[in-house]
Each structure stands twice: as C-alpha cells, then as structure tokens.
C-alpha cells in the first residue's frame, strides 16, 4: 500500500505549507490489531485511534507513528507492523498550481470546473453556493461550499424544493479530506453526465454533485504537494498532540456520541462539541432537506413510505465495501431489504462487499448516511473505494489509478444508483 506520510499535525494550524521539522519527516506505520467485531473493536475505536475502514478477518488496521504500538499495548491491545512506509522528501505545492500530487486537482480546481461545466452546457448544469467552510465563517480564508445540479432542464428542475418534478442522486466526495480518490471520481462523474451517452439518462433524474464537502481539510492535504498531508477531519479547533479539526461523519445528529466516536479532540473520530455543530455538516443537512421530502416517521425501526424517491451517496476510501444504516447498530432499519436489495446492487456492479458497517468492519454513529436515511427516509450509501494494498491502494493512490482502476468500478456503481433513485423501495 502506498502510503505517504502525513507531516506533523502543526502543519494543520495553517493556511499554508511550512517546511519539515528539523528531524525530518517521520515514517507511517500500518499496524495490524487484532479486533473482532463486537466489543474488542468498538473498544479500538473508543480509545479514539486512526482505525481504518478495512478489515481483515478479525483484524482491524491502525495507522500511526513509531509510538503508536506502545500507546496499543498500553491499552491493552496486541499489534504487528503490516506495512512502514518511509517519509517523501518534502515537496510544497505553488499557491498557483491546479494539481499536487501527480494529477490530483486542487479545491480551487474544482471550483472552477464546476463553474466551467455550467458555463458550457447552460441546458443541463446549474451550480448552487449551498454555504461557506468554517475558516470563511472565521474571515480566515476558506471557501464557498458548492454543488452542481446536473439534468435535462425543464420547468422547476434544480429547484431548491422537495417537490422538484424528478427523482434526485446525490453524490458527495471528500467529507473525509484525505480520501483524495473521491474527489476525482466526481470530477469525472460530472463530466461524464454531460458529454456522454449518461446525458441521454438525465431527462427522467436530477443528478446533484458535491466534488469537496470538506474544503479546509483538504487544503491541509494538498499543502504536501508530493507528499498529502493524510488529514481527515475539518480545521476547527486546535490540538497539540494530533491533528485539529471535527470528524465531519462522527458529527451528525443521528445516535450522535454513541459507538466509534471520542470525546477526544486530537482523536481522528473527534465527535464535536455537539450534534450538527460543524458548518460544512449543516450547510449539507439544510440543501438536503431542501431537495428531499422527509417520508419517514421517527423511530428507529420505522420505515419509509413507499413513494419515497431519491439516494444518497458518500464517497470515501478505502476498503472496497458499499454500506449502508444504521451504521451506529447493527439493528436492522424499516426498510432494510430494500437498502440490501440496493447496496448489493452497486457492489455487483464492482466487486465490492455489501452490508452494514458493523456487520463488515465496526459501529459507528454520527455518519451522515445515517442522518439521511434518520430524518428524511432516504436511501443513503457508504461507499469505501479502492484495496488496502498496491500502488493503487490506500488513501493515496497513484494518480493514474483513478483512470485505470477506479473510475471502471465506479462509474457502474453511479449507473445503478441513478437508476435505483427513482423507485428505490
């Protein structure tokens, strides 16, 4: 697996990159614990670790620094080293640049690409300011969150309303900044939708793409240049012994502060202060409930009407999995065959393995596939893209693994998940 190292997490502190600290880069560990599902790995993901979403058999993956499997053993798990990947040289991105990292486009990038689709197909694309990222609240920077509706105009399409005439897919990348395979997958999604035989699909579905939903993030990722900083959360807050920020997918208000989340604010699962506290979280959860009609009663085992339209995807990576509600229990949802029906639908199309996440890898509560399905009864789906291993594996992958790997298992799965929005139950 080709993992870069991540700098130290003062880097996070600021808007721009600063060299290496004097002794250096450090090394990336993979450590292999020994957590079956159930307690053993909810306790790993209590203790507020990096754990990643793979698992093998009855054991999850850690990443870490050379300290980290003291700091294991001390809380009394077993680890063995799975992989050490040393540090890159230190190589800053230019303010100017559109890429880093050998292809991967810049959130500046992807801002204007949105703009740049719109612009030349004026009959299928709108773009929508949905909100601002926290360091544009605080006058520090940051960036306007936005989305791009991609459809066959007619009257009242792309309209901020649940009432809207068609059925809508909702994609979204990079809510966890480091996942940089996503954001490229709905870089070329877009541009698919438009100059494809996908348009012709576009007269019956509206089509809503979020490329960056975690903007300041990733420009901590893309501070390293050649070498991403493997940041996952937002840039609220401040931390001195990790890295700072709120886990945009422990933060949401469905079972919010339950199963593998922490309390910790230097953990990468940090919760927040409170449900729903992050502005990127919100602004998501207000343009969704302006896009769905809410057809689910409260309650955990209640389901959704059968009328019900639309779906909901997460990009993230990696681990090869499409999951689905709840993810905070393994308790089954009110329209659990359906969400199977659906998930094993997507995973058939590539590969992947189906299933709730506490059935394939760990619970987890505060994710917004959760809170979509929770508030508004709407299909919503975890996909974890890309394997552990290989120079196309990891949160990292070579650039030319997207064209060559990943996007021909994707763009299958978006097909089905178009086609499953208009009916799904």
Known sequence: MRIVVALLASLALVLSPAPAPAEGPQATFVLRVPAPLGDSAQRLLGRGYDVLEQRDGDDLFVLGDADTADDLRADGFRSSVEKVVPPSQWAPRSPADSTYYGGYRTITAHLAHLDEVAAAHPDLATVVDYGDSWRKTQGAGGYDLKAICITRKSPGDCALTPTAPKPRLFVMGQLHAREITTGDMAWRFIDDLVGSDLTAALGDVEVW?????????????????????????????????????????????????????????????????????????????????????????????????????????????????????????????????????????????????????????????????????????????????????????????????????????????????????????
């Open 209 to 425: 793409v979020v490329p960056i939903a975690n903007p300041d993030g990733v420009e901590i990722v893309e501070s390293g240049g050649d070498v991403p900083v493997l940041h996952r959360k937002n840039a609220n807050g401040t931390c001195t012994s990790g890295p700072r920020g709120v886990d945009l997918n422990r933060n949401a208000g469905s079972h919010w502060g339950e199963a593998g989340s922490s309390t910790n604010k230097c953990s990468e699962v940090y919760r927040g202060p409170h449900a729903d506290s992050e502005v990127e979280l919100q602004a998501l959860q207000s343009l969704w409930r302006k896009l769905y009609r809410d057809t689910r009663a409260p309650g955990d085992t209640a389901a959704a009407t059968p009328d019900t339209t639309g779906a909901v995807i997460s990009m993230h990576s990696y681990g090869n999995y499409v999951l689905f509600p709840w993810g905070w229990s393994t308790r089954k949802t009110g329209n659990d065959a359906a969400l199977r029906r659906i998930a094993q639908d997507m995973a058939a199309q590539s590969g992947f393995r189906a299933g709730q996440p506490g059935e394939l890898l760990y619970n987890a509560s505060g994710a917004t596939d959760d809170w979509v399905y929770d508030d508004l009864g709407v299909p919503s789906f975890v996909w974890e893209i890309g394997a552990q291993t290989g120079e196309c594996g990891g949160f990292v992958p070579l650039y030319s693994c997207q064209q060559s790997v990943h996007w021909p298992k994707v763009r299958p799965m978006l097909v089905s998940a178009m086609n499953a929005a208009k009916r799904p139950y």
